[in-house]
């Protein structure tokens, strides 16, 4: 691992199903253990980092924070959008499509809540995959949409004559189904190899 981190990090950091699950590692003056895998309570998963019992506390008010104030103002977004057809122009079309791709990732974050409650991933392997799938779509439609949308205002703005031929609501729209399915298509292997591994006496979920 890199210098970057302030905590120690082992090897089976990355490629694992939920993030920053806690474990207490039986000393009450010592911080509470996170592991970033997950784990099956009692059986001990490889300790990844040191964090305050504090940092769990603030972790799951933010978390509890942002997927409120997130869902319901990306939900005001895709309402708007949809009920006034005045709306939807290009960059709504874009707008809307990135905030569908937010709620993906909001409507995660209570299950990383729980996880953080109960100490340990609950809600089974299946879950586990669907879990990860969402989330990767959400990063990957995100981006590409950031990135259409950008190449929308150059040629909004420095072919102003010639744009509005290829600027139509249709190809716009045209344009974030191909987002979305190119992205449903990267993430494919997520969903294929996100599996339980067992090693030792520790049922984990990974990436194999």
Same mark, same amino acid.
């Given at each position: 691992m890199t210098d970057s981190f302030p905590w120690p990090l082992n090897d089976s950091l990355t490629d694992n199903c939920s993030s920053l699950l806690p474990l207490d590692d039986g000393n009450a003056s010592s911080s509470l253990l996170w592991s970033a895998e997950c784990a099956d309570p009692g059986l001990g998963g490889p300790v990844m980092a040191n964090f305050p019992l504090l940092v769990l506390e603030f972790a799951k008010v933010l978390y509890f924070i942002i997927c409120l104030v997130g869902l319901c103002g990306n939900s005001l977004v895709i309402y708007v959008v949809l009920?006034?057809? @005045?709306?939807?122009?290009?960059?709504?079309?874009?707008?809307?499509?990135?905030?569908?791709?937010?709620?993906?990732?909001?409507?995660?974050?209570?299950?990383?809540?729980?996880?953080?409650?109960? @100490?340990?991933?609950?809600?089974?392997?299946?879950?586990? @995959?669907?879990?990860?799938?969402?989330?990767?779509?959400?990063?990957?439609?995100?981006?590409?949409?950031?990135?259409?949308?950008s190449a929308d205002r150059y040629v909004a703005v420095c072919h102003p004559i010639s744009s509005p031929r290829y600027r139509t609501p249709f190809i716009a729209k045209c344009t974030c189904l191909t987002v979305w399915l190119v992205s449903v298509l990267l993430m494919v292997p997520i969903f294929m190899f996100a599996n339980t591994l067992t090693h030792g006496n520790s049922t984990h979920r990974n990436l194999y």
């Open positions: 009920r006034f057809s @005045k709306m939807q122009t290009v960059t709504n079309m874009y707008i809307f499509n990135l905030a569908l791709a937010d709620d993906m990732f909001l409507i995660g974050l209570p299950f990383l809540i729980v996880t953080a409650i109960f @100490k340990y991933w609950p809600f089974g392997n299946i879950m586990c @995959k669907i879990y990860m799938t969402t989330t990767s779509v959400n990063q990957f439609t995100s981006s590409f949409l950031l990135t259409v949308m």
